[in-house]
């Protein structure tokens, strides 16, 4: 069974940082690519930034500049170090992992972490 966990939400005033850390953890065989996405109520969720197996990143326009994203040396963590941030930043974000399991490729999220930004 694969898990994956979100840590290092909260609340932050506008123009401060956090960093988001998730780790994907089972029966994991290989990970394709790791991803932060965001969800305010009402609306779909969206991609916030991705990186792939080969370190390839890709980044939404509206975090362009402020957000960085990383993988950790244990291959199955994520980082989403997050600056200079926005009101319009807030969200619940979610971690993403399109990864091969015992079961087949498949794409997993965790559980979410609330990111308040305060103006």
């Known amino acids: 069974q694969v898990q994956l966990v979100e840590s290092g939400g909260g609340l932050v005033q506008a123009g401060g940082s956090l960093r988001l850390s998730c780790a994907a953890s089972?029966?994991?065989?290989?990970?394709?690519?790791m991803g932060w996405y965001r969800q305010t109520p009402g609306k779909q969720r969206e991609l916030v930034a991705t990186i792939s197996s080969g370190s390839s990143t890709n980044y939404a326009d509206s975090v362009k500049g402020r957000f960085t994203i990383s993988r950790g040396n244990a291959k199955n963590t994520v980082y989403l170090q997050m600056n200079s941030l926005k009101p319009e930043d807030t969200a619940v974000y979610y971690c993403?992992?399109?990864?091969?399991?015992?079961?087949?490729?498949?794409?997993?999220w965790g559980q979410g972490t609330q990111v308040t930004v305060s103006s």
């Open positions: 089972g029966s994991i065989y290989s990970i394709e690519t």
């Open positions: 993403n992992g399109r990864l091969l399991a015992a079961t087949g490729w498949g794409s997993y």
